[in-house]
Nanobody, 121 residues
Framework: QVQLVESGGGLVEAGGSLRLSCAAS????????MGWYRQAPGKQRELVAT???????NYADSAKGRFTISRENAKNTVSLQMNTLKPEDTAVYYC???????????????WGQGTQVTVSS
């Protein structure tokens, strides 16, 4: 089994910063893409940012210029630095990883349990 564990959420005032981190562990042969998604109350889960194993990044328009995604391949970790936070960034943030399972070689996708980010106005 593979586990994704997030940390770093919390309450922050508008204009503030937070850093989210996620660590993947378990039966992982290799991870291709890691990313962050978020889901606000009453809304669908949406992409925030992704990063490939080679470091190529992709950001939602709402995240460009304010958020930075990074990863450490050797540690199977991914982070999201969020600056200039806005009340509309309030959501549960989920870590995601596309990986190949060790032993079976089966491609899979995993999600973390989510971490709450609340931005007050």
């Amino acid at each position: 089994q593979v586990q994704l564990v997030e940390s770093g959420g919390g309450l922050v005032e508008a204009g503030g910063s937070l850093r989210l981190s996620c660590a993947a562990s378990g039966r992982i042969l290799r991870i291709s893409t890691m990313g962050w998604y978020r889901q606000a109350p009453g809304k669908q889960r949406e992409l925030v940012a992704t990063i490939t194993s080679s470091g190529s990044t992709n950001y939602a328009d709402s995240a460009k210029g304010r958020f930075t995604i990074s990863r450490e391949n050797a540690k199977n970790t991914v982070s999201l630095q969020m600056n200039t936070l806005k009340p509309e960034d309030t959501a549960v943030y989920y870590c995601n990883a596309e990986y190949v399972e060790r032993y079976s070689g089966v491609p899979s996708r995993g999600w973390g349990q989510g971490t709450q980010v609340t931005v007050s106005s």
